[in-house]
């Protein structure tokens, strides 16, 4: 049996009776593919509308592709507010309360859009079709995918490919792991309700940490001598390592800081264009503490930790490697989506 989580909003999956967080399953998989083919969605520039929130990794990773592809012009973003409340994400952050490019409040009624009904996660990222209001899809897991392949046809020049051909079998693979024991591993700790649920998530987390740090130990990334995917996934859950995962989920073994090698691996990604010029920590912070009323109570949001260590050196380059191979970095991002920086 499977209960929603207790005082969380959007998140799709529930508890099971002996404590644990199961994720569901993304509820709208369309695609937006280059020809439209098999009666999805076409490509087309303009069209759609990426909705995200700073707060989220899931979300975070359409940013960063977005951002390392140069889809900016193509596909734009509405940036919600970290906070939601019962209805769904807001966008409280734009003037009067309503997307100036969708015209509406809440996700959730893109959603209803879609599928009229009740909406039990309304989650992001979601891709809406402007023209009609209706939501596309939310399978974070494919966003970023179709992005690197299905949107080519718009990317900057210059773009790296984050999911070359011959190295996807490797990069699936990685992916798969750190997915199942660290981007969803941080949420089954922090979200347990036993001590063996618990224990559990912690140990899978720590453990595949172990091995990833050890495979980094003397390359520069995850797969190949470039940035891909599997970079992009893991670097959403690492930033948020020691501002939210360590206290507030309770993955305190140790903090990313104390790992020589992840903290220098995640410093890397943070300081190259794309990467860190997409995090905002206030987002990230207020959303976890605030939100999660079933574990923070007080919904107090703590000072710490100190960010400026981001910025200092981490000499990962010595290592060989080129983040964006024969292509180059993304230029700044557009002047309405800087983040404050640290």
């Not at 997915?179 to 899978?204: H, K, L």
């Not at 797969?223 to 507030?248: K, S």
């Not at 800081?257 to 920590?281: C, I, K």
Request: hydrophobic content about 35%; glycine content about 10%; overall charge negative.
């Amino acid at each position: 049996m499977r209960q929603r989580v207790a005082g969380v909003v959007g998140y799709p999956g529930g508890m099971t009776d002996d404590g644990r967080f199961r994720r569901g399953p993304s509820r709208f998989t369309d695609r937006i593919t280059a020809d439209g083919r098999d009666g999805g969605w076409p490509v087309e520039p303009g069209r759609y509308r990426l909705v995200v929130s700073r707060a989220c990794p899931w979300a975070s990773r359409s940013l960063v592709a977005r951002r390392l592809l140069g889809l900016e012009r193509s596909l734009s973003v509405a940036v919600a507010d970290p906070i939601q409340d019962e209805r769904s994400w807001r966008f409280t952050l734009d003037p009067d309360g309503r997307d100036p490019v969708l015209g509406i409040r809440f996700l959730y009624e893109a959603y209803e859009a879609r599928e009229p009904g009740p909406h039990d996660a309304v989650s992001v990222p979601a891709i809406v079709d402007v023209p009609s209001g209706r939501l596309v899809t939310n399978d974070y897991q494919r966003i970023t995918l179709d992005l690197a392949t299905e949107w080519a046809a718009l990317h900057r020049p210059g773009a790296p490919d984050l999911y070359p051909e011959h190295l996807r079998d490797e990069i699936d693979d990685r992916m798969g792991g750190i997915f199942r024991d660290v981007n969803n591993g941080v949420y089954e700790a922090g979200f347990a309700t036993t001590q063996e649920a618990y224990d559990e998530a912690y140990g899978r987390l720590f453990a595949r940490l172990d091995q990833v740090s050890e495979h980094l130990a003397g390359r520069r990334y995850l797969v190949g001598d470039t940035v891909t995917e599997a970079d992009v996934r893991l670097f959403t859950t690492l930033v948020r390592f020691d501002a939210v995962y360590h206290g507030h989920f309770k993955c305190n073994r140790n903090k990313l800081t104390e790992d020589r090698v992840l903290w220098a691996y995640a410093r890397d990604l943070f300081q190259t264009p794309g990467f860190g010029d997409t995090v905002d920590f206030d987002h990230i912070k207020r959303h976890y503490y605030q939100v999660h009323e079933h574990i923070n109570p007080t919904r107090i949001v703590p000072r710490g930790p100190d960010l400026r260590g981001w910025r200092s050196p981490h000499h990962r380059e010595e290592l060989g490697g080129r983040p964006f191979g024969d292509g180059t970095p993304p230029p700044p991002p557009p002047e309405d989506e800087v983040v404050v920086p640290l």
